[in-house]
């Protein structure tokens, strides 16, 4: 029994195009060194002519309809071109769009005056001599409409590379795309149409030369790139043999993969050389061998060979043989890791890839087993394969994803090793792996990380989320079958025979079934139970076929009326409704033209047959008949088969007949379905632990009453008690007494009557009295005045100060040791009256006190640590107790035992 098996892959998403500043600043951090005044140069023209680069790019956006026109009308006669290019349907009306300014035409010429201009600015432009214009009517719509398409992807690519300011965007996507056009439609014309859109662009910018200038950079690229021959694949050399023999198979690389790849510098040690070019390849040796710079990151070198190799008297293979066999390299990569790591990293290290095969782990694991570091690294540098790409004088280098051909054996496991530090990643990788190949976990998957929780690939089930797929293999060949767990019954499956497989009960899905009688032609529906019913229960059916096939009740102009009519007629049957659902355009562009083929037949094969595929012995023969004859085909053999047959015979509505494990647990786990409902244990008083019910709150007020309940808890009655002074009348001469006293109280700890109040506090209580100052600007004044500073700031420190500051003008305690060292940065630097006036200008207190109210203390019981300490710090005089409430906040990583 053959098996096969992927290693899995890295996370897949869109390959994102290098900018300008990004290749640039890449090209220096793999050398390891500062950008030099070329690579700032090009920064700088990147940066300063990037609002430019964006202003023609998104000119050329919002006129794209019309550059693709002019283009379109060059090349094209007999008809109306743009009728074919392909736009979002919107349904507009036109006099509203006109007054909106949303709606307008496309001239086909531009108008008398543009097309006198064209005449003379297309005089100086070189035509390819076998140009022929092409007519519409004879190209046809299919082909018109790819072209159009074609022509408004070039133009997508000119912007593309202007946003990022690299031109190799076009040269990735246009280089090799002759030959494939040649085939279909006319190379010359394409040329006619790049230049047409390059002279439309341009038109757009004729009094700013700049803007022109660019515009031709780019459109010249695209030019010269498309008119370039396709590029020859990159082979990679695998002349090379492992140890014991064993050959590896040749594989190839497209040229463009190799153009948008990530340039790896290459550096070789060469005679002519200057010093400072040497050093450049010596450090590019030591960041290979060692992943780093080692002169830079320990101060270290080895001299006495950087001199032999200067100097010639050693070959750059014979420097880096060295360097494998040096006492730091035997610290830093030997010592720490097992011997299977070591040999990972030593086919990084110096033959710039990931090992592919077992046979070759095995081979060189034994080699270090029995010869140590040293016969390792001899046996790599000597290897054929180093010789055949680096030879004696080209210091290896990162063999990656782009530079060549890479296997899909060791995919994830090879990414892994070339972006992680060694120190990062200390466990074996590809020994496991390659182990795995012949005992998969049972819960892995042939996709990797395809965790599926649609149910349409075959296989994806993770019953632990503990494991990674994106790096194992799976077990997969033809004889594995996909478990399936029939709908209705709990031990019926798909080891039951079809045939004799019960009828759906109660606890199964509803069945739809049409019956038709010869006489009146009347429709008539049973629903499992038997009922019938009239014209009602006609579109009932109607209704369960669309919501079985397209997945939802269609709106009314993507309805198939035609085919409801025969049906209610009598003139079809539900089977043959059913197929011309299955081959509207609604259904073919939602469930086989957007997705692959394996994915597609997933699709169709539940919808129409209520089941999922079991394995491939099941797939093989529909992926044949899609690939020979296409969709229509699959619908059929699917529809005609035996099974349809006996399952739903010609008048009954396909249902779902069969599930995954996986599907059954995502319905019956989901919170609120009604088979998790079904499931659930009934419990009776007498089940239930005593600690349960003791635990379970009876009877509890709910609402904003709960709220406050909550919020009020562990609060003394005292906080209902607190008297709270408001200034409302100046004519009440009793109440300002009192206002003025419980102000003296709260900032100054005391009641200051039998003290002799000084001249600025006396001034502050006239000013009060008469109404010239508010309740807050008295308070303030007491904050600020000599006797408050006197008490309370110069005999403590400043966190004591910021906790008096809180309890005096917030009424609390300090939150945490953010607002501390807040506070206390003001005080430092600006003093207490700011500290004081800082406190009074927080929204928290206008919020609370507002101009007229004297602060209280307030009980605050969030969050949870300030009511103690609120509680502590009223609880005490401030002579009393010099101790800080502060420490009473826990610090992070406090061991308490």
């Not at 792996?433 to 993770?462: C, K, M, T, W």
């Not at 700031?793 to 917030?810: C, M």
């Amino acid at each position: 029994m053959g098996i096969n098996a992927s290693g899995g892959t890295v996370v897949s998403r869109p390959r994102l195009y290098q900018t300008v500043p990004v290749s640039t600043i890449s090209q220096a951090e793999q050398q390891d060194r500062y950008l030099g005044r070329t690579e700032l140069d090009r920064l700088d023209d990147f940066f300063s002519n990037g609002l430019k680069r964006l202003e023609i790019a998104q000119v050329i956006a919002d006129n794209s309809e019309i550059i693709v026109s002019r283009a379109a009308n060059r090349i094209f006669t007999g008809g109306s071109p743009m009728a074919y290019l392909e736009r979002p349907d919107v349904v507009e009306d036109v006099k509203e769009g006109f007054k909106l300014g949303t709606a307008f035409y496309v001239e086909s010429t531009g108008g008398f005056v543009e097309a006198i201009r064209n005449i003379f600015s297309a005089s100086g432009v070189e035509i390819p001599p076998n140009f022929r214009p092409i007519n519409v009517s004879r190209y046809g719509a299919a082909n018109m409409r790819k072209s159009l398409r074609d022509i408004s992807w070039f133009l997508r690519y000119v912007t593309y590379a202007l946003v990022a300011g690299d031109p190799s965007i076009i040269t990735v996507n246009t280089r090799g795309l002759r030959e494939i056009i040649e085939n279909a439609c006319s190379a010359e014309a394409t040329i006619v149409a790049i230049q047409e859109m390059k002279r439309a662009s341009a038109g757009y910018f004729r009094k700013d030369s700049a803007a022109i200038a660019i515009i031709n950079q780019y459109f010249d690229v695209l030019l010269s790139e498309f008119i370039a021959p396709s590029p020859s694949d990159k082979l990679r050399q695998r002349n090379a043999s492992t140890a014991d023999g064993t050959r590896l198979q040749g594989l190839q690389l497209p040229q463009i993969y190799n153009l948008a790849a990530e340039k790896v510098p290459v550096f070789a040690m060469k005679p002519g050389l200057s010093n400072s070019e040497k050093e450049e390849v010596i450090k590019a040796a030591y960041r290979q061998v060692f992943e780093r710079d080692i002169r830079r990151a320990y101060s270290l070198k080895v001299s006495d060979l950087e001199s032999k190799v200067k100097n010639g008297e050693i070959s750059m293979k014979e420097f880096i043989r060295r360097l494998g066999k040096s006492e730091l390299y035997r610290k830093q990569f030997y010592e720490p890791f097992i011997n299977s790591r070591v040999v990972e990293l030593a086919f990084r290290h110096f033959l710039g890839r990931a090992p592919e095969t077992r046979e070759e782990v095995q081979t060189y694991f034994s080699i270090i087993s029995t010869k140590g570091l040293a016969g390792l690294v001899d046996a790599l540098v000597d290897s054929r394969e180093y010789g055949d790409y680096f030879g004696e004088e080209t210091v290896p280098y990162l063999r990656k994803l782009g530079v060549e051909a890479q296997t899909s054996a060791n995919w994830g496991a090879k990414f892994d090793l070339y972006n992680y530090a060694a120190p990062r990643r200390k466990v074996p990788q590809f020994i496991t792996l390659f182990a795995r190949y012949n005992r998969p976990l049972p819960d892995q998957h042939v996709y990797g990380s395809g965790n599926d929780p649609l149910e349409i690939q075959f296989g994806a089930i993770f019953p632990k989320e503990t494991r990674s797929p994106s790096t194992r293999p799976a077990l997969f060949n033809k004889d594995v079958k996909r478990i399936l767990i029939r709908r209705g019954f709990a031990l019926a499956n798909e080891r039951t025979t079809p045939n004799t497989a019960p009828i759906p009960s109660s606890l199964g899905a509803k069945i739809f079934k049409l019956t038709q009688t010869p006489i009146n032609r009347s429709s008539k529906i049973g629903a499992r139970s038997g009922a019938t019913g009239s014209e009602g229960s006609t579109q009932a059916v109607i209704r369960a076929c669309y919501q079985q096939v397209y997945g939802y009740v269609p709106y009314e102009g993507q309805r198939l009326t035609r085919w409801e009519i025969k049906l209610e007629s009598g003139e079809i049957t539900v089977k043959e409704f059913i197929r011309q659902l299955a081959k509207s355009d609604l259904f073919r562009n939602k469930y086989w033209s957007s997705l692959y083929v394996c994915k597609a037949i997933e699709f169709i094969h539940r919808k129409l047959l209520g089941r999922p595929t079991y394995g491939r012995q099941e797939m093989n023969p529909l992926f044949d008949i899609a690939s020979k004859k296409g969709f229509y085909a699959v619908v059929d053999t699917i529809l005609d088969s035996e099974e349809y047959r006996q399952a739903f015979g010609e008048d009954t509505v396909p249902y779902e007949r069969y599930l995954t494990p996986g599907g059954l647990s995502l319905r019956r786990m989901r919170p609120g379905s009604s088979d998790m409902a079904a499931t659930k244990p009934i419990r009776t008083d007498d089940d239930i632990p005593l600690f349960v019910k003791l635990g379970q709150p009876q009877d509890l007020p709910s609402g904003e009453l709960e709220i406050q309940r909550r919020v009020q808890q562990g609060v003394p009655k005292v906080r209902q008690e607190t008297p709270i002074f408001k200034l409302t009348s100046l004519a009440n001469k009793a109440e300002v007494n009192n206002l003025i006293r419980a102000a003296y109280r709260q900032v100054f700890e005391r009641d200051m009557d039998i003290y002799s109040i000084s001249s600025e506090l006396s001034v502050a209580e006239s000013k009060l009295r008469n109404g010239e100052i508010t309740v807050k600007e008295f308070i303030e004044a007491l904050g600020c005045s000599e006797l408050y500073r006197s008490e309370f700031y110069a005999p403590h420190p400043n966190t004591k100060v910021i906790e008096l500051g809180t309890k005096h003008f917030l009424g609390r305690a300090p939150l945490n040791q953010q607002e501390i060292r807040k506070y206390n940065q003001i005080l430092a630097t600006q003093g207490v009256k700011a500290f004081v006036r800082a406190l009074l200008n927080t929204q928290e207190y206008r919020d609370v006190f507002n101009e007229d109210v004297v602060p209280y203390r307030r009980f605050p019981t969030l969050p949870a640590a300030n009511f103690p300490n609120t509680q502590d710090l009223y609880g005490r005089l401030t002579k009393q107790n010099k101790e800080l409430v502060v420490p009473s906040f826990s610090p992070v990583g406090n061991d308490r035992s």
